[in-house]
């Protein structure tokens, strides 16, 4: 069944694109012939499928197209571009406090230092 689905997405996007994934949703399962319940149950599955399958291009935003109205070098340029909340700047670690173990052997010590304390008292 999923197959099928992907298969009727590959035809819509051929058909009419970009379109929202919302949309492309909803002209699959109705083509699909998917009642409401079948609908909601499947979904998330056909999202997830669409997101694997090498036919499909996620434009962002979640726009869906087919690969194959786009050129190589927009694959490229997406796989490069870096999100910027996810580079770390030197700077921003001066703030950061780091918390570490300690190695077995700082553990030995210290335990060696407390029993002599205690033996002392």
Do not use: C, Y
């Not at 434009?59 to 999100?83: I, Q």
């Not at 030197?90 to 700082?106: C, H, N, R, Y």
């Amino acid at each position: 069944m999923a197959d099928h689905l992907l298969e009727l997405a590959n035809e819509i996007l051929q058909e009419n694109h970009p379109i929202s994934f919302a949309e492309l949703w909803d002209l699959v399962s109705a083509r699909a012939g998917l009642d409401n319940n079948s609908k909601k149950s499947k979904v998330s599955r056909f999202f997830t499928n669409l997101s694997f399958d090498g036919r499909f291009f996620n434009l962002g935003g979640n726009v869906w197209d087919l690969k194959s109205f786009h050129k190589l070098e927009e694959f490229r340029r997406d796989a490069d571009e870096e999100d910027e909340d996810d580079i770390v700047d030197d700077d921003d670690l001066d703030d950061t406090i780091f918390v570490t173990q300690p190695s077995k052997e700082e553990k030995d010590e210290s335990d060696d230092d407390s029993s002599e304390e205690e033996k002392n008292q």
